[in-house]
């Protein structure tokens, strides 16, 4: 069964209870008057072209989210502020539910009319949810008629509200923001423009290894930064000061370094660093090409900058997860910023992904100019993996 997409026109959403599976889960701060209001609405405002389509063609709006990780009710985790959220960029009221089953939640879904939207509370109020219970399961599909999974950032999670449901609903298919996740990201394994290069970042090589591996066929440089490229140093042999390393994976590291070179694949690492004695924020940083045993690499050096950005000029396509350093820190964020620079300037299909490089991308201001930032982190990563999505999965997509 090949998967059915919001706008294919296949189902006729007009007085029909859409259940919409959303990815609402942003981040909360105090509102100053006892409560909570939403700090970044991205994820909201990523939901709107789904939702305003439904409602252009009459559908019946049943939302539901997580939000963080509650172990039973928390009225820190509620997703009342973010009903707020929602009405302000839907300028409609949004009724909201105080539970996500139960009958009254069944009679608020059964009295909307068309364009009417109902706001669930918290999914992960109830174990069952990420238990991926059936009867939970049930429960959620007994509010629908048809059932929309556009929530990308939670499509590798095999949950009831993001697979296990979507058996028991008459009609299903993916949002416009799924969509588009799945498309341009398989589209990077399938069928990307030469050259295609890849820069991966952040803290350790065993959460990009998969990435890496995967990679490895498909792209023809890599370009490595963030503590991870200190473990493939020192699998080189290359003295790295007290820089941060994996040392039960240095086998690894050289693995990967001997698999690209059979390849032909380019993989570049920093020749220099700016380092710091101490990771602190207020620590003074130095620019060095020789790592000292009392010095750890906290950004790519200007040397590396240039290098990278050489290596990205005229790239067909570039794919970027994970930071050069640390970037939260102006002192360590020049190496970070210079990447967003180039990649946003290459002139070719660029991809942005993973929770650290999207707040680095908005904190360049440069966010507006790359072809496609993801809103999945960790799903994003499997997907590139070569994983199957439980999300997909459920709705017939076709791997």
């Given at each position: 069964m090949a998967i059915t997409w919001i706008d294919d026109g296949k189902i006729n959403f007009s007085g029909q209870r859409v259940f919409v599976r959303v990815d609402f889960n942003v981040p909360l701060e105090d509102d100053g008057k006892g409560g909570h209001k939403v700090s970044d609405d991205e994820r909201v405002r990523a939901a709107l072209p789904t939702l305003q389509l439904l409602l252009d063609r009459g559908a019946r709006l049943v939302l539901a989210s997580h939000l963080g990780?509650?172990?039973?009710?928390?009225?820190?985790?509620?997703?009342?502020?973010?009903?707020?959220?929602?009405q302000q960029h839907l300028k409609r009221a949004i009724i909201f539910a105080d539970d996500c089953v139960g009958d009254g939640v069944k009679k608020q879904a059964m009295d909307l009319k068309n364009g009417q939207i109902l706001l669930l509370e918290n999914l992960r109020y109830h174990s069952g949810e990420e238990k991926n219970d059936e009867g939970f399961a049930r429960?959620?599909?007994?509010?629908?008629?048809v059932y929309v999974n556009d929530a990308f950032g939670a499509a590798h999670r095999a949950h009831a509200s993001t697979a296990g449901m979507a058996a028991f609903v008459p009609q299903k298919c993916g949002g416009l923001l799924l969509k588009k996740e799945a498309e341009t990201l398989y589209g990077l394994l399938r069928t990307p423009k030469?050259?295609?290069?890849?820069?991966?970042?952040?803290?350790k090589v065993s959460d990009k290894i998969g990435v890496l591996t995967k990679l490895l066929s498909k792209v023809d440089q890599i370009l490595i930064g963030g503590a991870?490229?200190?473990?493939?140093l020192a699998a080189?042999?290359?003295?790295?000061?007290k820089s941060k390393i994996e040392a039960d994976k240095l086998n690894l590291a050289k693995s990967v370094l001997d698999s690209a070179a059979s390849r032909g694949v380019q993989l570049l690492l920093p020749t220099d660093h700016v380092a710091a004695t101490e990771f602190k924020e207020t620590a003074t940083p130095v620019t060095t090409t020789?790592?000292?045993?009392?010095?750890?690499?906290?950004?790519?050096?200007?040397?590396?900058?240039?290098?990278?950005?050489?290596?990205?000029?005229?790239?067909?396509?570039?794919?970027?997860?994970?930071?050069?350093?640390?970037?939260?820190?102006?002192?360590?964020?020049?190496?970070?910023?210079?990447?967003?620079?180039?990649v946003a300037s290459c002139g070719g299909f660029t991809v942005v992904g993973g929770g650290d490089s999207v707040a680095a991308l908005n904190q360049s201001g440069l966010?507006?100019?790359?072809?496609?930032?993801?809103?999945g982190g960790g799903a994003s990563l499997e997907l590139l993996e070569g994983q199957k999505l439980p999300g997909l999965a459920a709705l017939g997509y076709e791997f």
């Amino acid at each position: 069964m090949a998967i059915t997409w919001i706008d294919d026109g296949k189902i006729n959403f007009s007085g029909q209870r859409v259940f919409v599976r959303v990815d609402f889960n942003v981040p909360l701060e105090d509102d100053g008057k006892g409560g909570h209001k939403v700090s970044d609405d991205e994820r909201v405002r990523a939901a709107l072209p789904t939702l305003q389509l439904l409602l252009d063609r009459g559908a019946r709006l049943v939302l539901a989210s997580h939000l963080g990780r509650p172990k039973g009710r928390d009225a820190s985790q509620s997703l009342l502020p973010v009903a707020e959220c929602l009405q302000q960029h839907l300028k409609r009221a949004i009724i909201f539910a105080d539970d996500c089953v139960g009958d009254g939640v069944k009679k608020q879904a059964m009295d909307l009319k068309n364009g009417q939207i109902l706001l669930l509370e918290n999914l992960r109020y109830h174990s069952g949810e990420e238990k991926n219970d059936e009867g939970f399961a049930r429960q959620l599909a007994a509010l629908a008629d048809v059932y929309v999974n556009d929530a990308f950032g939670a499509a590798h999670r095999a949950h009831a509200s993001t697979a296990g449901m979507a058996a028991f609903v008459p009609q299903k298919c993916g949002g416009l923001l799924l969509k588009k996740e799945a498309e341009t990201l398989y589209g990077l394994l399938r069928t990307p423009k030469k050259p295609f290069v890849a820069i991966l970042g952040g803290a350790k090589v065993s959460d990009k290894i998969g990435v890496l591996t995967k990679l490895l066929s498909k792209v023809d440089q890599i370009l490595i930064g963030g503590a991870m490229a200190y473990t493939f140093l020192a699998a080189k042999g290359v003295a790295v000061g007290k820089s941060k390393i994996e040392a039960d994976k240095l086998n690894l590291a050289k693995s990967v370094l001997d698999s690209a070179a059979s390849r032909g694949v380019q993989l570049l690492l920093p020749t220099d660093h700016v380092a710091a004695t101490e990771f602190k924020e207020t620590a003074t940083p130095v620019t060095t090409t020789d790592l000292k045993e009392d010095q750890m690499g906290l950004d790519i050096g200007p040397q590396t900058r240039v290098a990278y950005a050489d290596a990205l000029k005229g790239a067909g396509t570039v794919l970027w997860n994970g930071p050069m350093g640390v970037f939260e820190w102006d002192a360590f964020a020049k190496g970070t910023m210079a990447v967003a620079d180039a990649v946003a300037s290459c002139g070719g299909f660029t991809v942005v992904g993973g929770g650290d490089s999207v707040a680095a991308l908005n904190q360049s201001g440069l966010a507006a100019k790359i072809s496609h930032v993801s809103t999945g982190g960790g799903a994003s990563l499997e997907l590139l993996e070569g994983q199957k999505l439980p999300g997909l999965a459920a709705l017939g997509y076709e791997f």
